[in-house]
């Protein structure tokens, strides 16, 4: 396999912004494009985890961080060829408190992934929302930025807290890290204020935003209740649509 290409933190410390949804379905996408993937679920609510059906947690990212298992032990393979899985378990979230005690605490996801991502094109990180030591972590790692972006009022106001945070780990921990742009999740286009928002994010972001919106639409969030991305519950719909023309970008055309 050859060396991972890109390994994308899909960071937003705001909830409910399709974050977990856009980890699971742009992994999905790109591996329907041929890439190899690994999804690293890095959230502690396990939504990702979840959203595709894993029921075996033994080994974890909370594991794999913690030293008690290695990376390759946890990998799982999905219902998605050619898409593997680190999952997670809840205890992930005392790694906030646990990982300050620990050497080289930044980077203990960064030297996890070292000794497996040359087996993966893409490594796609799932992080959790907040901005504490697990999403820099996240972000120590990557070697890019997916931001989703809910088209409600606070948007902008979220955003400028999470560039502040990725300017500051590429200032002292990974120089390297690049944003790999911003996609605006849940848009309504009978809303005006979606309108609205994407206008403004456009104006103060400019290129850095998709063309590509992904509508808020109900076939998205039924899927994970099935275990499936929404690719496999439903190709055809709007959402599914959208994250299949944001992998397309990914792997260099246009979207």
Known sequence: MPQAQRIIAVANQKGGVGKTTTSINLATALAACGRS???VDFDPQGNASTGLGIEDRTHNSYSVIAGSSAADAAIQATQVPRLDIIPTIVDLSAA???LSDMPDREFRLKMALKKISKQYQYVIIDCPPSLGMLTVNALAA?????????CEFYALEGLTQLMRTVEAVRAGLNGDLQMQGIVLTMYDTRNKLSAM???DVRAHFGDL????VVPRNVRVSEAPSFGQPVLIY?????????YAALALRAVGAPA
Do not use: M
């Open 37 to 39: 993937v690994l999804l």
């Open 96 to 98: 906030e408190v646990e």
């Open 142 to 150: 990557a070697t890019s930025v997916l931001v989703p972006l809910q």
């Open 197 to 199: 928002v994407a206008n």
């Open 209 to 212: 935003v998709y063309n590509t």
């Open 234 to 242: 439903d190709l055809k719909c709007p959402g599914s649509q959208a």
